[in-house]
């Protein structure tokens, strides 16, 4: 009997036992429960970061009415199939419910590839999304925003407080203001995180803090100042993705990138692993080692956001330089208002090697420039630092909240400022018309953004205009969401490098392997950084025992992916032209792609007229007005004088290059396109190239010519003429684009007040006024009214001729159609052309075209 008793104690101790384990291990499992979900798929995924993702069906309300479907096509910039080519449709509001742990905050990421699924329009989708009682997304246009970004596809990510019922609704509701509109999403990720986020300086209020504890974000910006793409899979644990600051620095002077020498301290008891992972504090941006140059400017980077809510700003700081206070004091503004005075790393940290970091706050209001954001830092000068100088290793921006609990904001539409007034008449007047909203908006999701991708051309639909039809910005990330990584996309190991490339341009076009372009650059060091674009970064390097390169190596996080490295090469294998940058080789083998070039002695155009770091190297009008001419030379060979017409599509100052002799060449053909043939007016394609400089007639039409090569040009002719940016934002509302207020002031016969004053003296009148009335003609708004590039060249030689010889100068033919250039360049082979334009500098026996009579010679 006794032993049964202890039998029957011990059964029932261990069923007790059994359920408490269990009932444990469930109220465990909730606290840490995290959802990778692949919506509309019918099995388990993994990604192509090794992450698995599962099906949705089982967390769908099956109420809502919903249906799975496949993407039509895949996007060549999609880094897998999983989660972006399934997808959840709704058609009417449908909620996910899902059980979260009580006491942590939420990652929620929500993933949108824009596609058609089921024969559904993806223009015709919009919807809300929203958790609980949150408002994540309103009147959301996944189609628009990835159309206005050009980006493939979409990543939302949102830090949610906790919820104290244990239970996250998220809620997708088609909107109702439109004809057949619905939903749709391809993944969800619901990850609990600790709460990184406590309080933040006030900025205007430095005694004032902000507590942040109470607030829901959205993840606008992320960046890896200084350093390189950081992907989720090396995140230190909460998988976020840090993207390059390069496409958001302002201006010129980016100062320069700088690797830790020393062993960094992390994390550490004020900086926890959480906060950031070690590689962002390894590297960092400083602003150079010349204290004159660094005394007279801001280190600057210029975001767009949503007008009326707050932002966080999070900067990330290592001083792995210096080890003493005062040593690099230097001031923090946000949107012109000082933020910190003196701050000095070193005094906040105590010692060399110690990550810290700092949270401000600031509320962007809905006025003049409402959509921006500029982040500036510059030297306390006040304080007399042993060095004139700023650092800065990371940067986060996140939206909070507002007061109703929304953190919805606009839909971005894109529009040069010309259009601005006839694209609010058209959102005005359209009603409940999509088709109007929709067939007015350029761009496609192609995965390329423009690098910087977004700029001041971003125009959202205001406030009052749209009513309640809010819907959201995609800042994060503007350009990051849509790079083609290399390691991904590109073939790894020589023997398979040229797969990319056909067989023409294998052939002319020299095979660099990776330990040359290292040995050539000294393994990348930064001391031979000679630029940055959106490709990458640009080295000097020297190849051949003696010969001067530079290569151009690709960033992972580049827009510029295969697609732009496979264009550069097959266009520039082609070409020879004693006005086209010459494509020496390329390197494409263990996940690196690199371009290797001649080397421009002379930089870029731009760097010589205004921002520049050569303020002693001023150009003359008469050197301005030669390459001027030595670029249209250039563009006009690729329009007439090649095989097939070659559009470059991103012609712009930076993409004219000076070698020794300050001849211009053009360069950078990673967006070009052959041109239409006999039988076509134009190529339909998705918009690319740089704000500021695109032709608005193709902006609004997806309909590219030559002419939009021209409208291009005629920005760059009014830049030289004026020297300032085509666009800049400090300026009033009517002056920020060049393009505008140098049409402007022409009209009103004042462009002698906006030409630049170190050359205004030495311009002739007759020049002037040729020069001026070419670079107008260029920047009609309808193509069919724009010259030629022949006709603009024709113009210059004479311009050029009329400030040699104001009354002397006259054409051998003024009539339009004796072309004898183009002519005489068609009957050529492009091998001839190449020969004809490299051997000789002597212009008067080349260029036929245009030939000027002078009494005294040219």
Partial sequence: MNCNACI??????FFFTLNSITVASKGSASESESYILACGASSEGTDSDGRKWEPDTKYVNSSGKSITATADSQDSSLPSTVPYMTARIFTSASTYKLSVPRKSRLWVRLYFYPSTYSSLNANTSYFAVTANELQLLKNFSASITAQALTMAYIIKEFSLTPVESGNLDLTFTPSPDYDDS?????????????????????VGFTDQMLDLTNSSLQTMFRLNVGGQFIPASNDSGLTRTWYDDTPYLFGAAVGVTDQANTTIKYPTPNVPKSIAPLDVYSTARTMGPDPKVNANYNLTWVFYVDANFTYVVRFHFCEFQLSRSNQRPFNIYINNQTAQNGADVISWTGSKGVPFYKDYSIM?????????????????????????????????????????????GPNPVPSVLKLE????KEFSSSGSSKSTIIGGIAGGAAGLAVAAIISIFVLRKKRGLSGSKSGSHNWLPLYGNSHTSASKSTISGKSNASSHLSSLAQGLCRHFSLPEIKHATKNFDESNVIGVGGFGKVYKGIIDQGTKVAIKRSNPSSEQGVN?????????????????????????????????????????????IYKGNKPTSSLSWKQRLEICIGAARGLHYLHTGARYTIIHRDVKTTNILLDEKWVAKV?????????????????????????????????KRQQLTEKSDVYSFGVVLFEVLCARPALNPNLSKEQVSLADWALHCQKKGIIEDIIDPHIKAEIKPECLKKFAETAEKCLSDHGIHRPSMGDVLWNLEFALQLQDNPNGGKLVSESKGNDTYGINRQMLSIEEEGSLSEDTDDTSKNEIFSQIVHPSGR
């Fill in 8 to 13: 029957f104690f011990l059964l029932v101790f």
């Fill in 182 to 202: 619905y939903a749709f999403v391809n993944g969800i990720e619901i990850i609990p995180m600790p709460d990184i986020y406590n309080s933040a300086v006030v």
């Fill in 364 to 408: 962007v209001s809905d006025q003049i420039g409402d959509d921006q954001l500029w982040v500036a830092l510059h030297p306390t000068v006040e304080l007399k630092p042993e060095y004139y100088d700023a650092i800065l290793n990371g940067l986060e921006i996140f939206k909070l909240n507002d007061q109703n609990g929304n953190l919805a």
């Fill in 421 to 424: 007034a006839e694209a609010k």
């Fill in 564 to 608: 732009e490295f496979q264009t550069e090469i097959e266009m520039l294998s082609k070409l020879r032209h004693k006005h086209l940058v010459s494509l020496i080789g390329f390197c494409e083998e263990d996940g690196e792609m690199a371009l290797v070039y001649d080397y421009m002695a002379n930089g870029t155009l731009r760097e010589h």
């Fill in 667 to 699: 360069s950078d053909f990673g967006l070009s396109k052959t041109g239409p043939n006999l039988n076509q007016s134009h190529v339909s394609t998705v918009v690319k190239g740089s704000f500021g400089y695109l032709d608005p007639e193709y902006f």
